[in-house]
């Protein structure tokens, strides 16, 4: 389980994320939605140790992220930003197997090869292993970056604005294999999701933040409503049933 | 992988020819025969053998050396003479001219690295602090700081009356390596192969502070140790033969176009590059003018800014 306590930030005056306590549930998809500026990102940059903290604690299964050992961490958590732009002229089968260094510092067993192999089949880039990331368009990076980080094979796995670049039929292959990951392989999956519907159709759980602060959360029913929602964006949002899902609809 | 070999095998090859380039008559013949009193064999163990092993210790080294800046700096158009570093050892070296004219050419060494190290430190520690939009400008900026400190070197040479002595490491030149005055080079080479049991930490570092992280490395601690080889490597170089522009820009690039950025895969390939690169550019400076020398700074810079100038406009074409 991964629990924050009091968690800060603050760049010079303005508080990005503010005194956030929450418990995020083991296994299934949860979802932090939010307007922009919400501090989303920044906590979950915080909760994988990839952003300092000014004030709190962030603990995954009982271990501190500012205090435990690097490798022994990204056993356990994986983490992908949005935008990231990458200089090293790496091709997608290089990238992926970068997912084990956390194992083999760099010395593939035959174990780490078979993950390879499957993160590879599960984003179904099997045709472009041998191609240079450069030579790829975007929506087939991002594929890239997450076969990497679920090569990692760890118990949690998080990813910011994974839907970033890709296109309609992507974004909903992107989100089912969450859901097979989450179904299949037991894994605790924590998104940044802009698109509600998204969120709505494929959470477990769901986190709204505004403001630095965590202002609602629970199931996909507690938040995707028309009350709850005017709270966390100030806009009247119709929610319809369509086949036992939720809709959002926001379009004036 | 049997390119390798073939590569390797072309390296030395190279390197016998350069053995036999020069002034003096060394060739098999005259090496058999003895001729002279051994005088052949006397110049060959003394001055072309140590010649020919500074040009190759030195070429992986520097482009070893600019591989790893650009991994550090996430940048292709890095290396230790667009970054300060180069600028900075001499700015120490002269510091032990003036201080500590005596001390012996390893402490010298030890000085010009501890220089390049903050050199290099406060050019990454810029790049940090401004948000550069341009990869073209992070070299740019990289090259004023390496101006701003030369000029600093400069002025205090020109009042000491050093500047003859500066010249030797500003345009590096082989013609006076001999037996005993280029052994501080195998430095380099150890380095070399360091960089080489640690290059999969250097592509992780490549792919950004983030991917490290996420990876369990400590960023801070690759940085240190990239910097540490690059310092050494560059200081190691000034104080032996002086500075050879481009080199590190020019190879990993090459490398990189061919076969990318997984650095275990690739760090033979820009050992070996480098080193045939500057015998080559070593055998045309003695072939040009023979038998006058043109130092090997300036060819390197020559055929090196042309080989830049192609990188940069066609980098620009593909992502511009």
Known sequence: ?252 | MLRLPLAAAAVFALAIVSLFVGVSDVSIASLVSGGEDGRAMMVLLISRIPRTLAIVLAGMGLAIAGMIMQMLARNRFVEPSTAGTTESAGLGLLVVLVFFPDMPLIGKMIVAAVFALAGTALFLRILREIPLRSVLLVPLVGIMLGGIISSITTFFAYRFELLQSLGSWTTGDFSSVLSGRYELLWIAAALTGAAWLAADRFTVAGMGEDFTTNLGLNYRRVMTLGLGIVSLVSATVVVTVGSIPFLGLIVPNVVSMLMGDNMRRAIPWIALLGAGFVLVCDIVGRLIRYPYEIPIGTVVGVVGSAIFLYLLLRREARYG
């Open chain 1, 1 to 252: 389980m991964i629990i924050t306590k009091g968690i800060t930030k603050a760049y010079g005056g303005t508080v990005v994320v503010d005194d956030v306590s929450i418990a995020l549930p083991t296994r299934g998809i949860t979802s932090i939605i939010g307007p922009n500026g919400a501090g989303k990102s920044t906590m979950l940059s915080i909760i994988s140790r990839l952003l300092g903290m000014d004030a709190g604690t962030v603990t995954v299964d009982g271990m501190d992220v500012t205090k435990t050992p690097g490798d022994v961490l990204a056993r356990r958590l994986s983490i992908l930003r949005q935008d990231n732009h990458m200089s090293a002229r790496l091709t997608v089968a290089d990238l992926v197997a970068f997912g084990r260094y956390p194992y083999s510092k760099g010395r593939l067993t035959v174990e780490d090869k078979r993950h390879i192999d499957e993160a590879i089949a599960y984003l179904n880039l099997e045709d472009l292993r041998g191609r240079f990331l450069d030579e790829l368009s975007g929506g087939q990076r991002q594929r890239a970056f997450v076969a990497m980080v679920l090569c990692q094979d760890t118990d949690y796995v998080l990813l910011d604005e994974p839907l970033n670049n890709l296109d309609m039929k992507h974004a909903m292959g992107m989100m089912k294999l969450m859901r097979r990951a989450a179904n299949e392989l037991g894994k605790t999956v924590v998104l940044v999701l802009h698109d509600i519907n998204f969120a709505s159709w494929y959470s477990d759980y769901i986190v709204a933040m505004k403001d630095g602060k965590v202002v609602n959360h629970g199931s996909t029913e507690d938040i995707i409503n028309p009350d709850a929602l005017r709270a966390i964006y100030d806009m009247n949002i119709n929610v319809h049933e369509i086949g036992g899902q939720r809709i959002s609809l926001f379009y004036d």
